[in-house]
């Protein structure tokens, strides 16, 4: 067990990585976590948690772990821990993450995140957006030291920074694929199929060509301080791939729907009960209403509130359409769910949380279109995922969604999306006819996992 891997935030995309690298580490690594819950307070004191609980062992050479653990306390705490070659890993970055006023950001998670960076020996984002969002907040996010700041801290991080995209381990779905998509299922994902085994037929040049694009100038800029040589094989000019909350198909047992944390969902169950194939085989797949999916965290930073806004108009307007909102809510659900849950009334196929991953893959398969409001997002698994899954995605001009997803795909205001989607709902024939333009191989695990068995290789140390 040479790797040792730490997550103090156990859920969703985390909780996927960790246990995607368990499996394929097997007996090399050992995975010491926390719940997904109250990240704040994981972020604060996890370190100490791990101080006292991470087994020690003479065999650790490598210490991967995300973002929301402290490393600098870790190592510290751990003299031990503190000499293995320590690789962070960035999900998300507490400086670019948008608040809903300007007093809430609390200086101290964005700080933690710094100090990683200067203890660790490779930092890895998930995009070339959450890269140059963090580092070149830096500088201004030290600002807020009323005096005698520190200087230089972007100059010391980057040579040690890399991207390295969430490896998304696809499933095999054409069980759940109405005909119009089972037709584009290989040529869509540029794999063949085997069972459930996918094998690249040739690295998309999509991603490499934008992601390289995007980073070019800061590759170019830093290659002699050691940006593309921080770790054998990787260089930031070659992007990698992430997955998302992965859930399925269809009934909750009585014990998962009693532990919803959605009132909402408490409040409808039988939404969370039905199957999706069997709702929509009576009427030919072409004929029916458009079919739109919104699979994300119930939170204000996925922007809720402009989607339901959106899809309201669209009822107003006596427009045909069916809505899939999933995803996960946790302990405080906006308001604006329960209100356009009611607005919505018989538009509404699915509502709430699926944990089980065939019924997630399902819903999404059913779908026509996936749209993401986000005011947060650096990936953005759940789009990918869908996307896979033969959905069309409609995504904000901005943050991470021009580097993963073409030009076409792409809408810059609230009425650009509405007008997408009154033309969709008239036709939705246009939508289900549709080849996606882009690629998501570069995503999976067979693109990608070479690169993090690289980073987790084991290096000699003199001082272990």
Same mark, same amino acid.
């Given at each position: 067990?040479?790797?040792?891997?730490?997550?103090?935030?156990?859920?969703? #995309?985390?909780?996927?990585?960790?246990?995607?690298?368990?499996?394929?580490?097997?007996? *090399?690594?050992?995975?010491?976590?926390?719940?997904?819950?109250?990240?704040?307070?994981?972020?604060?004191?996890? =370190?100490?948690?791990?101080?006292? @609980?991470?087994? @020690?062992?003479?065999?650790?050479? +490598?210490?991967?772990?995300?973002?929301?653990?402290?490393?600098?306390?870790? =190592?510290?705490?751990?003299?031990?821990?503190?000499?293995?070659?320590?690789?962070?890993?960035? $999900?998300?970055?507490?400086?670019?993450?948008?608040?809903?006023?300007?007093?809430?950001?609390?200086?101290?998670?964005?700080?933690?995140?710094?100090?990683? !960076?200067?203890?660790?020996?490779?930092?890895?984002?998930?995009?070339?957006?959450?890269?140059?969002?963090?580092?070149?907040? +830096?500088?201004?996010?030290?600002?807020?030291?009323?005096?005698?700041?520190?200087?230089?801290?972007?100059?010391?991080?980057?040579?040690?920074?890399?991207?390295?995209?969430?490896?998304?381990?696809?499933?095999?779905?054409?069980?759940?694929?109405?005909?119009?998509?089972?037709?584009?299922?290989?040529?869509?994902?540029?794999?063949?199929?085997?069972?459930?085994?996918?094998?690249?037929?040739?690295?998309?040049?999509?991603?490499?060509?934008?992601?390289?694009?995007?980073?070019?100038?800061?590759?170019?800029?830093?290659?002699?301080?050691?940006? &593309?040589?921080?770790?054998?094989?990787? !260089?930031?000019?070659?992007?990698?791939?992430?997955?998302?909350?992965?859930?399925?198909?269809?009934?909750?047992?009585?014990?998962?729907? #009693?532990?919803?944390?959605?009132?909402?969902?408490?409040?409808?169950?039988?939404?969370?009960?039905?199957?999706?194939?069997?709702?929509?085989?009576?009427?030919? &797949?072409?004929?029916?209403?458009?079919?739109?999916?919104?699979?994300?965290?119930?939170? $204000?930073?996925?922007?809720? /509130?402009?989607?339901?806004?959106?899809?309201?108009?669209?009822?107003?307007?006596?427009?045909?359409?069916?809505?899939?909102?999933?995803? /996960?809510?946790?302990?405080? +659900?906006?308001? +604006?769910?329960?209100?356009?849950?009611?607005?919505?009334?018989? #538009?509404?196929?699915?509502?709430?949380?699926?944990?089980?991953? *065939?019924?997630?893959?399902?819903?999404?398969?059913?779908?026509?279109?996936?749209?993401?409001?986000?005011?947060?997002?650096?990936?953005?698994?759940?789009?990918?995922?869908?996307?896979?899954?033969?959905?069309?995605?409609? !995504?904000?001009? =901005?943050?991470?969604?021009?580097?993963?997803?073409?030009?076409?795909?792409?809408?810059?205001?609230?009425?650009?999306?509405?007008?997408?989607?009154?033309?969709? &709902?008239?036709?939705?024939?246009?939508?289900?006819?549709?080849?996606?333009?882009?690629?998501?191989?570069?995503?999976?695990?067979? =693109?990608?996992?070479?690169?993090?068995?690289?980073?987790?290789?084991?290096?000699?140390?003199?001082?272990?």
């Amino acid at each position: 067990m040479s790797v040792l891997l730490i997550e103090a935030f156990y859920g969703g #995309s985390h909780k996927q990585l960790m246990d995607l690298l368990q499996e394929e580490l097997q007996e *090399d690594c050992v995975l010491c976590t926390l719940p997904a819950k109250k990240w704040h307070w994981k972020a604060r004191t996890s =370190a100490l948690y791990f101080m006292q @609980t991470v087994p @020690t062992s003479a065999d650790y050479r +490598i210490l991967f772990a995300s973002s929301v653990l402290n490393l600098a306390e870790l =190592a510290a705490l751990r003299p031990d821990l503190g000499k293995l070659k320590k690789v962070l890993y960035f $999900h998300e970055n507490q400086l670019a993450y948008p608040v809903q006023k300007c007093q809430e950001r609390d200086f101290q998670y964005g700080y933690n995140q710094i100090l990683s !960076c200067l203890v660790a020996d490779v930092v890895v984002f998930n995009s070339a957006f959450n890269m140059e969002s963090f580092l070149t907040s +830096i500088g201004k996010f030290m600002k807020l030291i009323p005096d005698h700041r520190p200087k230089d801290l972007e100059k010391i991080i980057r040579p040690k920074c890399q991207v390295l995209y969430f490896p998304v381990r696809f499933p095999d779905v054409s069980r759940f694929m109405p005909e119009h998509k089972l037709a584009h299922l290989d040529k869509v994902n540029g794999v063949k199929r085997n069972g459930d085994a996918y094998q690249l037929e040739g690295l998309p040049g999509q991603q490499k060509s934008r992601a390289s694009g995007a980073l070019m100038k800061t590759s170019n800029a830093h290659r002699e301080s050691g940006l &593309c040589e921080a770790q054998p094989g990787l !260089c930031t000019t070659q992007h990698e791939g992430l997955p998302s909350p992965l859930t399925a198909p269809v009934r909750l047992s009585k014990s998962d729907a #009693s532990e919803s944390t959605n009132p909402c969902q408490e409040d409808d169950k039988q939404h969370l009960t039905f199957n999706l194939s069997n709702t929509l085989s009576g009427r030919d &797949c072409q004929q029916r209403p458009l079919h739109v999916a919104w699979p994300h965290r119930w939170e $204000h930073d996925k922007d809720p /509130e402009t989607f339901f806004k959106v899809l309201l108009k669209l009822k107003e307007k006596e427009l045909p359409f069916h809505v899939s909102v999933l995803g /996960e809510a946790f302990t405080e +659900i906006p308001d +604006i769910f329960s209100e356009a849950r009611k607005a919505l009334g018989s #538009s509404v196929l699915h509502w709430g949380y699926l944990p089980s991953k *065939d019924d997630y893959f399902q819903a999404l398969c059913m779908a026509d279109v996936v749209i993401s409001t986000a005011k947060h997002e650096f990936f953005g698994v759940a789009m990918v995922e869908a996307v896979y899954c033969g959905c069309y995605p409609l !995504c904000p001009k =901005a943050l991470v969604y021009p580097e993963i997803f073409p030009a076409e795909y792409l809408y810059s205001t609230p009425e650009q999306l509405f007008k997408r989607l009154q033309n969709f &709902c008239k036709r939705p024939d246009i939508v289900r006819k549709h080849l996606y333009k882009g690629e998501t191989a570069g995503f999976s695990w067979a =693109a990608l996992g070479g690169k993090f068995r690289s980073l987790l290789a084991a290096e000699p140390r003199e001082d272990l």
